[in-house]
């Protein structure tokens, strides 16, 4: 079983930045880790994501704005967002791929507001 604790979700005005963290307990390999987030009345989507051998995968509305990075030792993950708009509003959940199971934190708030 694999557990993942997520922070530093929050409130900022638009433009401002916001770093979410997430860690994963228990000495296991993670093939694949990252972020998704779900806005009121809207399906979960992917934000990014980060192989363990560093291969990133962005959506296309955060590109240039975001930037993920793990470190596989202490098997952590953070987003950097930067540049924040309103429409980034949602919870965020932290998301990790071990072998075939996917498991999920439990879901941070981000409000970009003004």
């Known amino acids: 079983q694999v557990q993942l604790v997520e922070s530093g979700g929050g409130f900022v005005q638009p433009g401002g930045s916001l770093r979410l963290s997430c860690a994963a307990s228990?000495?296991?390999?993670?093939?694949?880790m990252g972020w998704y987030r779900q806005a009121p009345g809207k399906q979960r989507e992917l934000v990014a994501s980060?192989?363990?051998?560093?291969?990133?995968n962005y959506a296309d509305s955060v590109k240039g704005r975001f930037t993920i990075s793990r470190d596989n030792a202490k098997n952590t993950v953070n987003l950097q967002m930067n540049s924040l708009k309103p429409e980034d509003t949602a919870v965020y959940y932290c998301?990790?791929?071990?072998?075939?199971?996917?498991?999920w934190g439990q879901g941070t708030q981000v409000t970009v507001s003004s």
């Open positions: 228990g000495r296991i390999n993670i093939n694949r």
């Open positions: 980060i192989t363990s051998a560093g291969t990133t």
């Open positions: 998301n990790a791929l071990v072998i075939l199971t996917t498991y």
